[in-house]
């Protein structure tokens, strides 16, 4: 089975802070993906890393960065939280070795007050 | 046009009843389908893959038409652990990467 872990469930920060989530996965997945779920729009793409230290942005990168130095690691960087970041985050994995399925970390709820 | 949509329900149905959600996409040259179930305040799962020649796990079956560009999912015997929302997702591609694009979900209610 394939296990994605995220660092936090539910996370408050202050607006301003940097925020850092954390994603790690046991299953060797080249392919890592970090996504916002928001009620009403769905699953919206932040990035995605294709390999260690590649990464490429998705459909709404403003806000955000991220690091894979790591193959097992992805990390999402609210370089100064603000309150409209406040979602559900979501890592994902994938091999597209095999196909486009992707398996989902349990997610981070980050509230910004 | 989204690039995915469904029907954002909810779907009530009775336990024992069939239920079918359709999703439609928007770029012809897709090539992957999937359905995936999320529960209340959980992670999406994988549900199922879409096959061209459509596919059948248990109670479930999913198609596809490309001509009309949807896919679907039939949920037979409802039962209420069914209860869930269901996304679909379709494969696109975007400066030379395929991505992932997820539909919003239908939500469906199973009563006893």
């Known amino acids: 089975d394939v296990k994605v872990t995220q660092s936090s469930r539910y996370l408050v920060k202050r607006t301003g802070e940097k925020v850092f989530l954390e994603c790690v996965q046991d299953?060797?997945?080249?392919?890592m993906f970090w996504y916002r779920q928001d009620p009403g729009l769905g699953l919206r793409l932040i990035y995605f890393?294709?390999?260690?230290?590649?990464?490429e942005k998705g459909d709404i990168p403003e806000g955000y960065s991220v690091s894979r130095e790591k193959k097992e690691r992805f990390s999402l960087i609210l370089e100064s939280a603000s309150t409209n970041q406040t979602s559900m985050y979501l890592c994902?994995?994938?091999?597209?070795?095999?196909?486009?399925?992707?398996?989902f970390g349990p997610g981070t709820r980050l509230t910004v007050t | 046009r989204k690039e995915v949509e469904q029907d954002p329900g909810p779907f009530n149905v009775p336990e024992g009843a069939t239920v079918a959600f359709n999703c439609t996409y928007s770029?012809?040259?897709?090539?992957?389908f999937f359905w995936y179930r999320q529960d209340c305040r959980k992670e999406p799962k994988l549900l199922m893959s879409?096959?061209?020649s459509g596919n059948e796990d248990g109670r479930f079956t999913a198609q596809l038409n490309r001509a009309s560009q949807y896919i679907s999912l039939l949920i037979r015997d409802s039962k209420l652990s069914d209860s869930a929302t269901y996304l679909c997702?379709?494969?696109?591609?975007?400066?030379?990467?395929?991505?992932?694009?997820f539909g919003t979900g239908t939500r469906l209610l199973v009563s006893p």
């Open positions: 879409v096959y061209s």
């Open positions: 997702a379709v494969t696109f591609l975007n400066t030379g990467f395929q991505k992932l694009v």
């Open positions: 994902a994995t994938a091999t597209f070795l095999v196909s486009y399925e992707q398996y």
């Open positions: 299953m060797d997945h080249e392919n």
């Open positions: 890393s294709y390999d260690v230290k590649m990464k």
């Open positions: 770029n012809s040259a897709s090539q992957s």
